[in-house]
């Protein structure tokens, strides 16, 4: 049996309350950990040590050179240096509920713009995590249009053993209206019979982001987003992983 593959064809890529999908054509995420050698007299070849984990992403689009909307060169340009906790989340597949993303807290450090002589101008832009490692996190609330208070689908994410933590990253990305609070909840069952809130998100009273951080602890294998909105409509990207600390 062949292995299944992906054409990254139909990605969704997010920088705290920004949503580039559509926009960029080229994307990276780098993970690691630092090569520390340890190797002494007598030792015959290298011995490496593992350091520090690093994560790091690199994006490329197309200059846009527009005023409104802004164009996603004047928006790289304006974050370099974001001491923030936006996340960077990649959705490869489609962006939809219930898939696979790849996220981490990051920051935004450099802008290389390019340009050749006959060519469409290019804007890269390159993030780091800040204190954050890269989490395969599960889509609980898919960035579609809404307009009330809701739940999201449950799923089964597993339990997080006292040496796991629950991961989430929250992309409001349109709003108009009065507050949203987003949440993740869990329980030990698919029906969500007894919901615990586990995290939950300070009031967004417009467009922003936000990353949180849990300990198990946590018996429960179920998981979902829950939002509580007033106003008219809202779009919002809720990514939640369980991994080790």
């Known amino acids: 049996m062949s292995a299944q593959v992906l054409v990254f064809k139909n990605s969704k890529l997010y920088w705290g309350p920004n949503d580039w999908s559509g926009q960029t054509n080229d994307a990276s995420i780098e993970f690691g950990v630092e090569e520390l050698p340890k190797h002494a007299s007598g030792d015959g070849t290298k011995i490496i040590h593992p350091g520090l984990m690093n994560v790091s992403a690199k994006m490329g689009a197309f200059w846009q050179a527009q005023l409104t909307p802004v164009g996603i060169e004047k928006l790289v340009f304006a974050g370099i240096g974001d001491e923030g906790d936006a996340p960077f989340t990649l959705a490869p597949v489609a962006g939809a509920d219930g898939e696979a ?15 050749q002589h006959g060519q469409l101008a290019r804007v890269e832009a390159a993030f780091a995590a800040r204190a954050s490692r890269l989490v395969d996190g599960t889509i609980l609330a898919d960035a579609v249009n809404r307009v009330a208070t809701g739940n999201g689908v449950a799923r089964q994410l597993g339990a997080a053993s006292a040496l796991k933590r629950l991961y989430v990253a929250m992309h409001v990305l349109a709003f108009v209206g009065t507050t949203l609070t987003l949440k993740v909840q869990s329980d030990d069952n698919s029906g969500m019979t007894t919901p ?3 995290v939950t998100s300070s009031a967004f009273t417009t467009v922003g982001s936000a990353w949180a951080e849990l300990d198990g602890p946590i018996t429960d294998d179920w998981w979902r987003a829950t939002w509580t909105f007033t106003g008219t409509s809202f779009t919002a990207l809720l990514v939640a992983g369980i991994l080790n600390r």
């Open 101 to 115: 993303a790849l996220t981490f807290r990051a920051g935004l450090v450099s802008d290389p713009t390019s340009a």
């Open 196 to 198: 615990v809130d586990r």
